[in-house]
């Protein structure tokens, strides 16, 4: 089950060729004593095993929604119907909804793309993850070009900004695919 918990711009509709974008999980929010939670779930076209529950439509008070006490009631009746619930939110540093979504999930993962991701935003999973802002956090890195690798591992981090071209002046050939990460 992929729930679409990022409501301010739900995706999951396009991700997952989903035709009914005035059902969801927002809605339920808004008014759990009158929805039927899963009648708003939706079997994926991709694998008839994995089920959506879309974002529904954009509320006016996305914040307000997911902090009220009828999200922690949403994932528990997906719990009693489901093996995994994901909870597809918006991206940690826009906005405060995913730090509110975080207190009904067990893990957190933070997706980041090589060649995409900045490096600034490690600096950010390192402070979520040491103020345990978001539980268990773990990354996962997409998007690898096996192709950039060098002696044994892949230092991918792309053109940012200042890292760009590190060492060149010197004459040491670092920069862009050569492995220059910070250390403490």
Request: charged share 20%; proline share 6%; with cysteine.
């Amino acid at each position: 089950m992929i729930v679409g918990l990022d409501i301010r711009k739900p995706g999951l509709n396009k991700a997952f060729l989903l035709s009914h974008k005035e059902q969801g999980i927002s809605q339920f929010l808004a008014d759990p004593e009158h929805t039927d939670l899963m009648s708003l779930v939706q079997v994926s076209t991709i694998n008839p095993h994995l089920y959506i529950l879309p974002g529904g439509p954009i509320p006016p008070n996305p914040t307000e929604l997911v902090a009220r006490d009828s999200l922690p009631q949403a994932i528990g009746i997906l719990k009693e119907h489901f093996d995994y619930v994901i909870l597809d939110t918006a991206p940690i540093g826009m906005v405060t909804d995913t730090q509110l979504i975080a207190r009904v999930a067990h893990v957190s993962i933070y997706v980041c793309r090589a060649d995409y991701t900045h490096k600034a935003d490690y600096t950010l999973i390192n402070e979520l993850s040491e103020q345990k802002k978001l539980p268990n956090l773990c990354t996962v890195i997409n998007g690898l070009d096996m192709k950039k690798k060098k002696y044994g591992y892949y230092y991918g981090y792309g053109k940012y900004g200042k890292y760009y071209g590190y060492g060149k002046k010197y004459g040491y050939g670092y920069g862009y695919g050569a492995g220059n990460v910070n250390k403490k």
